[in-house]
C-alpha cells in the first residue's frame, strides 16, 4: 500500500497518574498541579467526582493538560465530612464543590459562596440525594433558602429579571440583571431548574443499557456524550477498539459539530434581524440531520455507537458534504459583508483571555477568546491528519465565537472527508464498522474497583465522563462534565458593559446547555 494511504498509528491513551493524598494536603498539592511555570505546564480541574463508600466518603479531582490526566484522591470519615475548599484556586473547583454538598453533604470549608447550587430553596434540609441510602424523600418544604442575588445600589439602578419561563422552546433558567440606561452593569444566572437525577439513573446498569440513557444527557450532544461514556468504560473494563471503528466514531462526532453550528450560525444572524440569512441555514442544518439519518438511521445520530464498536448504514457522499460547506461558506460571508451585523457582532460580549483561561472556558468559548484547548488535540483517541487544526480567534466577542464555528465546520467537513477516504481505501471491508456490542464479547465484570475516564471534544467543548465498575460488571458510579457547567459562569463576566437588547444574541454566541449543566 502506498505511504500516503497507510493509516497513521492510534495515539498512545494518555497514562492517568493516581495518587492518594490526605485532607490537609490537598490544597498544596491540587496548587501545584494547577500553577504549573506556564500555562502550557498547568492543569485544569476536569472533573470532581465524590463517592458513597459506607462509613467514608471518596473524592477523586481529576486534573488533565495536554496528553497528561492526574488523579488526586482524598479519603474523608462521613462522622467528619467536609474538605478544604479549593474555590481560591479554582472557580470551577468552587462550583463542583458546592454541587457535592448539594447532593452528597460534604462541606467545603471556607468556601467563599456556601450557599446552594443544584438544589433550590424548596428542597429538603439535611437530604441528600447522591448517597447510597439516601433514605426516602422528605416533604418538599417552602423556599427556606432563596439565591442570594447581589443587589447593585446606585443612581439609574434598575432590576429586570428574566426567566425562568421564556417566550420560545427553551429550558428554564432565570437572569437577573441589573441596569443603567441600558447598559448592563451585573448579571446573575440561576439554573438547575429541573434537576433530572442522571448520574443515579446509569448506578446499577450493565454499561450497554447505559449508552441510552448517555445519549439524553443533553439531547443535541448524543454522540459527544454516549462516546465519552463508553471510552470511559472501555478504559475501566481495558476493552480494544479497532482502527475503523474509531474512525468511524470520530466522523460521527464531526457530523454532530456541524448540524449544531451550522444552526448557531444562522441563529446568531437571525438575533440581528437577518432572518431570511436564518432560514437559508437552517435549510441546511435539515439537509444535515437527513444526512445523519442516513447514516445512523436517527436525525440526532443516537443508536450507532456501542460497547466496543460502531455501527452504522453508510457513510455521507464527500460530494454532497463539499456542497453544503460550500454554500454553508457564502451563507457565512453574507452574513459579515452587511454592516449593521457586523456592527451588532464586533466588541459585543467580550471575553477577554485572561478571564476565559481564569474561568476555564472550554470549547468554542475557550477558542474564540485566544485558548487552544480542544481534546481532538489534547486528548485524541484517533489520529484525524492533516485536515485538522484547533481554530482560534483573539477578539472574544460575539463575532469571534461565529467566526470560530464558521471555520471549524470547514474544518470538519474536511476531517470527515478524510475519515471517509481512509475508511473507504485502508479498510474496505470494515467502512460501516463491526457493530461489535457488549453481548457480542465484551465483558464488564472483573474484581475490585476499576475506573475509567473518557474526554471527548463535543461541538460545545470538552465533555468528561468517568465510570467506575463493579465487580458484576455494572455502573457503580458515573459523574458527568459538560463543558456548560464550566462555560456557564462566563456568560455574566462578558454581559458586563453590553447592553440588555444585546442580551439574546450575546447568550446565544455562548449557547450553552440547560439539561447538560443541571444532571
Known sequence: MPESLTTPPAPPAPLVDRRSVSRDDLSAAASGLLNGTTPEDSYRLALVACH???????????????ARLVELTVRIPKADAWIPSLAHLSLAAGNFEREMRDLFGVRPHNHPQPHRLVRHGHWPRGWYPMLADPNPMPEFEPDVESFPFVEVEGPGVYEIAVGPIHAGVIEPGHFRFSVVGETIVRMEARQYYLHRGMEKLFQGRL??????????????????????YLMAVEAAAGIEVSEPDRLVRALLLELERLYNHATDLGSLANDTGFAIVDAHAQQLRETLLRINKAVTGHRLLRGA??????????????????RIAAALAEIVAITLSHAIVRDRFTGTAALPTTQARTIGTLGYVARASGLGVDARQDHPFVELGDAFAVVTETGGDVLSRYQVRAREFQVSTAVIIGLISRLDVAFPESRLGSGRTAEAGADTSGAGIRSGLGLVEGWRGTIAHRVELATDGTIAREKVVDPSFLNWPSLPIALAVTIVPDFPLANKSFNQSYAGNDL
Open 52 to 66: 458513597d463508600d459506607d462509613a467514608e466518603f471518596r473524592i477523586v479531582y481529576v486534573f488533565a493538560a495536554t
Open 207 to 228: 454499561p450497554a443499557a447505559g449508552i441510552e440513557l448517555a445519549e439524553q444527557i443533553s439531547g443535541d450532544t448524543a454522540i459527544g456524550h454516549s462516546l465519552a
Open 305 to 322: 455507537l456501542s460497547l466496543g464498536g460502531v455501527s452504522v448504514h453508510t457513510l455521507p457522499d464527500p460530494i454532497e458534504l463539499r
